[in-house]
């Protein structure tokens, strides 16, 4: 569903780069994938695309031009996974046996019907020592036990950071270094709403995704603000919350909902957003121009005071965010702020607030004529210091 590399990595690259590492494997390489970020980030969702891609675009290594691939996702719990396989007594000639399941190794029933096989090791941090040693037998030397990986079976794995408290425990080096090529996943808030649109979902969410990205404030990619919150908010969440949603839920069900699926704050924020939805103004709007760009509560006037917070605070936000990565504040970006919180639609008090908010957010933003202008027009503006 979402990914983040750098910013120009495309969801095309992202395909090429799983490619390169199922063409090598299929070739008798060991160039695995380990998928590696917070929970629900889409990582399965990623491999299952690379499914129908694969398919359109051929392999070289087996000279098919439109090879069938089959996934099936294997977790690793935190436990003796007998995915690997399991002790069996042969009594008769006093020995303990290892049975290896065919699911491993690319040769259970119906994986004779793809061209290529993905086994998808879901969780690898979370496994236990005896695990991750049977799971590099796999991945390094093609066997176990004797018994050989058949040779159209691809490995990819998956799993979280120890910091996001999931259960996930670091990996050993010996994995690390060598065996695996660590890929970062995290969250594309660009590419997350460019899924939601594709996916249809409801609209108060994607508008809610654009007004929160619209100062890189992203929903869903930080833990929940309230300690009291038992979930932290995720792109998997927020997928469920959607279905709840498009299923009519009523809304004082979603109240108990929505918690449950995205966190305490992040739901409360989301509620939000929902009663002022079309009613706010972006920051694309209002560097456009600060004239026209619309002042929240004009045409409702329930939404002005929270409406126009919530624009404050954006504003403060994309100032801060530009102190933050030490980028130059052009004089026409903060012109245009001032000249928006000193429309007549704002109450003097609510400009001087957002004045003095931005101010405080980045030290250039005091540095321009209209903010000059505003130091007489407003007595009550004594703080012309710049991120004080």
């Known amino acids: ?39 629900g980030t889409g990582k399965t969702d990623l491999v299952n695309q690379y499914k129908a891609w694969k398919f359109e675009h051929g392999s070289k290594a087996l000279g098919i031009e439109h090879p069938k691939v089959g996934v099936r996702v294997t977790i690793l719990a935190q436990h003796s996974a007998t995915d690997f396989g399991v002790p069996s007594p042969d009594y008769k000639n006093g020995t303990l046996d290892f049975l290896v399941p065919n699911e491993a190794l690319g040769l259970a029933s119906g994986d004779e019907e793809n ?39 691809v490995y990819i794995s998956a799993g979280n950071r120890p910091e996001d408290k ?25 590419r997350l709403i460019e899924f939601t649109e594709r996916s249809g979902w409801d609209q108060r969410i994607i508008n809610v995704l654009k007004w929160s990205s619209d100062v890189g404030n992203n929903l869903i990619d930080k833990p929940d603000a309230d300690p009291n919150s038992r979930v932290n908010p995720s792109c ?26 995205i966190g305490l704050s992040t739901w409360a924020e989301i509620r939000a957003f929902f009663r002022l939805d079309g009613d706010l103004t972006t920051m694309d709007e209002i560097l456009s121009d600060p004239y026209t760009a619309n002042v929240p509560g004009t045409h409702n ?54 004045l003095k908010l931005c101010d405080s957010a980045n030290k250039d933003f005091c540095k321009n004529g209209v903010w000059s202008e505003m130091t007489v027009k407003h007595a009550g503006l004594s703080i012309g210091t710049g991120g004080n």
């Open 301 to 354: 006037p329930e939404n002005g005071p929270s409406g126009q917070y919530a624009v404050i605070s954006n504003c403060a936000n994309f100032l801060r965010k530009i102190q933050d990565n030490e980028e130059h504040l052009h004089t026409e970006v903060a012109e245009s702020i001032a000249k928006y919180l000193d429309r007549g639609e704002f109450h003097d008090e609510m400009t001087l607030f957002g």
């Open 1 to 39: 569903m979402s990914y983040e590399l750098t910013d120009d990595f495309s969801t095309e690259d992202m395909m090429r780069l799983i490619d390169v590492s199922v063409e090598s494997q299929l070739k008798g390489s060991r160039c695995q994938l380990l998928l590696i970020g917070k929970p």
């Open 115 to 153: 061209d290529i096989n993905i086994i998808f090791w879901d969780e690898l941090p979370n496994a236990l020592g005896d695990t991750l040693s049977a799971w590099q037998s796999l991945a390094q030397g093609r066997e176990i036990r004797g018994r050989k990986v058949a040779p159209n079976c």
């Open 166 to 190: 999931s259960g996930a425990r670091p990996l050993p080096r010996s994995i690390l270094e060598g065996r695996v090529t660590s890929i970062p996943m995290g969250v594309s808030i660009s």
């Open 236 to 261: 998997r969440g927020l997928e469920t919350l959607n279905n709840y949603i498009q299923e009519g839920v009523e809304d004082y069900m979603l109240d108990v909902l929505g918690p449950g699926a």
